[in-house]
């Protein structure tokens, strides 16, 4: 390429800059459409609430549901699963969280949490651990009769997805 | 040492077209006259087995896919498809499964023979981290291709290893969410980890050619770890030495990989992955496939969740930076008689936690694992900087040739001093 001998800024300087600038904005500008093209789409999207009918499950009962390809656990509670989870002192637990915390006031014997171990994902064991709650076959995680944690490697107790009491007997997920 | 190409095409035609594009005389160049070193054992035919293993796959998984279809209500039924109604499919897909365990028996072959011999060090740093690129795409692409039959193994092993990614502070579960392509391990995942399945074993086949490239820009290390001082003297040409070793080394390779694709071939497979996949139900006992089972077990040996994805993808991490940690100028473990003895047991270790990353998580097996966990970091961390400095090296040979005949000489002497008294 031909080389200008001018000292100081010149008018090629800027059309280089200029150029490179434009450049640049483009490509990043064709950057974004690719990674976004990751994320989960309308359709994955147009399944996310799903509403649940409570009726059936018995007493001390664990029912899984799907929502949005995640299994949900809701367990219907013994009065003493609730009175146990509710009488551990929050010092001893790995992820402080009280059970009134995790259920919906004048629903309380009813815990709904996403079935996912919150170490690697796997689906924990009902009625099965030391808690009174859940067992995580994959590495040993115990989960309590609130699904909080009490025995690691998982760091968190089992998330309380987002659902609302539509009537007495009847939850919408999502 | 680049070789000088002494090709001369033959013919007009052969010129011509040499004069337009000199692809003959590259070939000519580095895999007929490129000049190998004489001491060469058959530790150094794995890296044409491995590239034969790359061709296997390809030539296998591109066929596969011709009858394979991505997706998640079917795959596994078309995996059965490939295995019951497609002519021999049974032995493509046998052959692409165990496959995959051969190229990993190679590659592991292949790297201890570069820990041995000191391959890593000055000139081939550029080399060798090529090298655990290659090892790191292997890893990728195979982890994916498990993924593909959708059975229950796929499906969890997909979860955990797609999970670790949420151990990354703030970020982590946007990014499981992208790589998934939804809020669980779905049909969105296993048709882009088919997309990716496919597209990966080209970009090692890339960076193959540019570890080649490499090689053969710095010169082969060998067996006694010195430089090639004399082309004359020290090295043979690729062809016919090198070229028929090396077939033979594949041959006998082949024999082993059939033996395991025609009496065992679900041998290094697991039962579970015979089951279609459930999203509702884990398995009792979820294992990676063996080739992963060292780094399964570091995971598993720290009780924090961030430490323990760190650690994992630390020990592979580790192995880049080998040309440095190493402090020794001495390459070959011959002349190096603590190192000798520091790889072997780094060698029982590395296979120790193999078989710990194979057993439940509990008691025992757990204080193992930690123990080995820690050696495995402290032998590239603390020993390998360390002793360089204080061990003491045996004399090394002038050259390859004195090398090579100090060997001989010895055996021819000790013959002669004991003779026939075999029986
Ligand atoms: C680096 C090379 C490769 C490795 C290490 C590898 C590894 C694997 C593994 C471990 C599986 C699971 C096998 C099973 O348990 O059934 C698999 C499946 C599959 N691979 Fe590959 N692969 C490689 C290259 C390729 C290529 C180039 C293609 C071409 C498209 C391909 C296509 C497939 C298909 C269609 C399947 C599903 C069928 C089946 O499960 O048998 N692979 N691969
Ligand atoms: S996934 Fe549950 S303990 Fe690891």
New binding site residues.
């Given amino acids: 390429m031909a080389h200008t001998e001018t000292s100081g800024t010149n008018r090629r300087d800027f059309l280089y800059i200029a150029t490179g600038a434009v450049g640049a904005v483009g490509v990043a500008g064709m950057i974004w459409p690719f990674v976004s093209q990751l994320q989960p789409d309308a359709s994955v999207l147009a399944l996310s609430t799903t509403e649940v009918d409570l009726s059936p499950i018995q007493e001390g009962q664990i029912v899984t549901f799907m929502w949005r390809g995640k299994p949900i656990f809701v367990f219907n509670r013994l009065a003493k699963d609730v009175e146990l989870a509710r009488a551990v002192p929050l010092n001893q637990l790995i992820d402080p969280q009280t059970d009134q915390d995790r259920v919906k006031a004048g629903h309380d014997k009813w815990l709904v949490v996403i079935g996912i171990c919150t170490h690697l994902g796997c689906v924990p064991l009902g009625h099965q651990g030391n808690y009174d709650g859940w067992f995580c076959p994959c590495h040993g995680s115990q989960y309590d009769s609130s699904g909080r944690v009490r025995v690691g490697p998982a760091p968190l107790n089992l998330a309380v997805p987002p659902y609302t009491f539509v009537s007495d007997s009847k939850i919408v997920i999502g | 040492m680049e070789g000088h190409s002494t090709y001369q095409p033959q013919g007009k035609i052969a010129r011509w077209f040499e004069s337009r594009l000199p692809i003959m005389g590259l070939m000519h160049s580095s895999a007929v006259s490129y000049p190998t070193p004489k001491n060469l054992n058959y530790w150094y035919t794995f890296g044409a087995i491995l590239t034969m293993m790359?061709g296997v796959?390809?030539l296998s998984?591109?066929v596969?896919?011709m009858h394979?279809t991505a997706y998640a209500p079917i795959s596994f039924a078309r995996?059965e498809h490939?295995m019951r109604d497609v002519s021999f499919g049974w032995l493509l897909?046998y052959i692409?499964?165990n496959?995959?365990s051969m190229?990993f028996i190679a590659v592991y072959i292949h790297i201890f023979r570069g820990l041995y011999y000191g391959s890593y060090k000055a000139p081939r740093e550029v080399l060798w981290i090529l090298g655990v690129i290659i090892y790191l795409l292997?890893m990728a692409?195979?982890f994916m291709?498990?993924v593909?039959?959708w059975g229950q193994m796929s499906y969890w092993g997909a979860t955990v290893i797609t999970n670790l990614f949420s151990a990354i502070p703030v970020v982590g579960t946007v990014i499981v969410e992208w790589l998934w392509g939804g809020y669980s391990v779905g049909d969105p995942t296993l048709n882009r980890f088919?997309a990716l399945?496919?597209l990966?074993?080209?970009m090692?086949a890339g960076v193959v050619i540019l570890h080649i490239w490499a090689l053969h820009h710095v010169g082969q290390n060998n067996p006694d770890g010195v430089e090639v001082k004399s082309v004359a003297k020290d090295t043979v040409p690729f062809t016919p030495y090198a070229t028929v070793k090396d077939i033979f080394g594949m041959v006998v390779f082949l024999l082993f990989f059939s033996y395991f694709i025609f009496y065992i071939p679900n041998y290094m497979?697991h039962p579970d992955?015979y089951i279609p996949a459930n999203p509702l139900s884990t398995p009792a006992h979820i294992v990676p496939?063996w080739y992963f089972l060292p780094f399964y077990a570091i995971l598993r040996s720290i009780p924090d969740k961030l430490g323990g994805v760190l650690a994992m993808f630390s020990a592979i991490a580790v192995l880049a930076f080998l040309p440095w940690l190493d402090t020794s100028k001495v390459r070959s473990a011959r002349y190096r008689p603590l190192y000798r003895q520091f790889f072997w047991i780094f060698a029982v270790v590395a296979v120790g936690l193999g078989y710990l990353g194979s057993q439940p998580a509990e008691g025992g097996f757990v204080i193992a694992s930690r123990i080995l966990t820690a050696y495995y970091f402290i032998h590239f961390l603390i020993i390998l900087p360390l002793l360089g400095l204080f061990e003491r090296p045996k004399p090394l040979p002038a050259s390859i040739a004195d090398a090579v005949l100090a060997r001989n000489g010895a055996t021819v002497v000790a013959g002669a001093a004991a003779p026939q008294t075999k029986g």
């Fill in positions: 790359l796959q390809i998984g591109v596969l896919a394979y995996v490939i897909r692409h499964a496959g995959a190229f292997m692409t195979a291709g498990y593909l039959p088919f399945h496919y990966l074993p080209f090692i497979g992955n496939e």
